[in-house]
């Protein structure tokens, strides 16, 4: 199964409308919250915040440049937790959002090694059972690698995850930002 856009290799297509539908309307209510009558920038830099923060536990450190703003969201599906930052740009000349990247954290007891992430995301995703994947190494963690995204076993029950918009985005790109993606050091 070929799959030629960033949100159709995210998430399964009816997930994907509610979560799209989400993102857009999170992104509008916050441009229309602003009182600004500037029109929205397609494209910006990321600022100090954007570079910087932490989600669900995980340090951020690593991002690409020209990306969007962000948004958080959390969800749940068959008793595993999504916590996830999102980077988006836009609007573009039809007023529609560009997803620029993902970071994603992912808990549940069933996530056991990185053999059951995998089958997890199979499942979740909607991917083919041969998904062509490659080993990786991110930070000290074990990892599969797929061009525009790269997930990976942190311990038992916990997992991360990083999409990029492969038109836009190289990938050295998500795999630097995933290296830079990893559990605060208490």
Same mark, same amino acid.
């Given at each position: ?103 994603? *954290? +992912?808990?549940? /007891?069933?996530? @056991? $090694?990185?053999?059951? #992430? ?7 995703? &909607? ?35 990083? *999409? +990029?918009?492969? /038109?836009?985005? @190289? $990938?050295?790109?998500? #795999? ?7 559990? &605060?050091?208490?």
């Amino acid at each position: 199964m070929s799959c030629s856009s960033f949100g159709s290799r995210v998430m399964p297509s009816a997930r994907r409308i509610v979560a799209g539908t989400a993102v857009v309307l999170a992104s509008l209510g916050l441009s229309t919250t602003t009182g600004s009558a500037a029109p929205a920038q397609v494209s910006v830099a990321p600022s100090t915040e954007q570079k910087a923060g932490t989600l669900d536990g995980f340090v951020i450190e690593n991002l690409p440049d020209g990306i969007g703003t962000s948004s958080d969201f959390e969800y749940e599906w068959n008793d595993v937790s999504f916590h996830s930052r999102v980077w988006e740009t836009g609007p573009d000349s039809e007023g529609a959002f560009k997803v620029d990247l993902t970071v994603k *954290t +992912i808990r549940g /007891e069933q996530l @056991t $090694d990185l053999e059951t #992430l995998k089958d997890f995301l199979v499942e979740y995703e &909607e991917k083919d059972p041969g998904w062509q994947l490659t080993p990786v190494k991110v930070g000290g963690y074990d990892g599969l690698f797929a061009g525009d995204e790269v997930f990976y076993f942190i311990e038992p029950g916990v997992a991360a995850e990083v *999409t +990029i918009d492969h /038109e836009r985005f @190289t $990938d050295e790109d998500v #795999l630097d930002t995933a290296a830079g993606f990893h559990p &605060e050091q208490s």
